[in-house]
T-cell receptor
Framework: SAVISQKPSRDICQRGTSLTIQCQVD?????MFWYRQQPGQSLTLIAT?????????ESGFVIDKFPISRPNLTFSTLTVSNMSPEDSSIYLC???????????FGDGTRLSIL | QKEVEQDPGPLSVPEGAIVSLNCTYS??????FMWYRQYSRKGPELLMY????GNKEDGRFTAQVDKSSKYISLFIRDSQPSDSATYLCAMSARGGTSYGKLTFGQGTILTVHP
């Protein structure tokens, strides 16, 4: 299965700033997704990153807060904008590859906002 | 009511025990069922996935699905301390070629003590 690398692995940020998280895959994949895992809670899908077009956001998530790019089949970024303490979470990238298996996940970015 | 319910535990068992992890769901559109294992500070790792009602076995792991009852289980035989992790069930309605959005349970924290 595809190997997924996320950067940064963790960060501590100030309120009101923005952070861009990168997801790099070692092979071309058909689908890429961004999830959020809040402390003590399960994973929630933020959006599907579409190659060459705007991401598809889930209910409760908007582009102004979580802009996403996917310029090619191996790379995507998620920006968390104008951060507040409520944005403290683990943000995870996942992919579906050509093998037809369900999504594989990166190790996530652990984000704390002060 | 959450679409997927999973007992968060924690569950503590002795080495060698049989472990049963369970999820219930309310959305009849869910067709694919997955189990992920998540170690501390790591991303979820796909353990098993299945489509049909019935049992699917892979080594010490057995996934069981009962669509009529909207109930899925994961059994771990001869549990080992290395099985200590959080286990997440996930489900997909899957339309077309992609599994799309995965809806996760809350996760069950399992500790296997020597």
């Amino acid at each position: 299965s595809a190997v997924i690398s996320q950067k940064p692995s963790r960060d501590i940020c100030q309120r009101g700033t923005s952070l861009t998280i990168q997801c790099q895959v070692d092979s071309q994949v058909t689908m890429m997704f961004w999830y959020r895992q809040q402390p003590g809670q399960s994973l929630t899908l933020i959006a599907t990153a579409n190659q060459g077009s705007e991401a598809t956001y889930e209910s409760g998530f908007v582009i102004d807060k979580f802009p996403i790019s996917r310029p090619n089949l191996t790379f995507s970024t998620l920006t968390v904008s104008n951060m507040s303490p409520e944005d403290s979470s683990i943000y995870l990238c996942s992919v579906e590859d050509a093998l037809g298996q369900p999504q594989h996940f990166g190790d996530g970015t652990r984000l704390s906002i002060l | 009511q959450k679409e997927v319910e999973q007992d968060p535990g924690p569950l503590s068992v002795p080495e060698g025990a049989i472990v049963s992890l369970n999820c219930t769901y309310s959305n009849s559109a869910f067709q694919y069922f997955m189990w992920y294992r998540q170690y501390s500070r790591k991303g979820p790792e796909l353990l098993m996935y299945t489509y049909s009602s019935g049992n699917k076995e892979d080594g010490r792991f057995t996934a069981q699905v009962d669509k009529s009852s909207k109930y899925i289980s994961l059994f771990i035989r001869d549990s080992q301390p290395s099985d200590s992790a959080t286990y997440l069930c996930a489900m997909s309605a899957r339309g077309g070629t992609s599994y799309g959005k995965l809806t996760f349970g809350q996760g069950t924290i399992l500790t296997v003590h020597p």
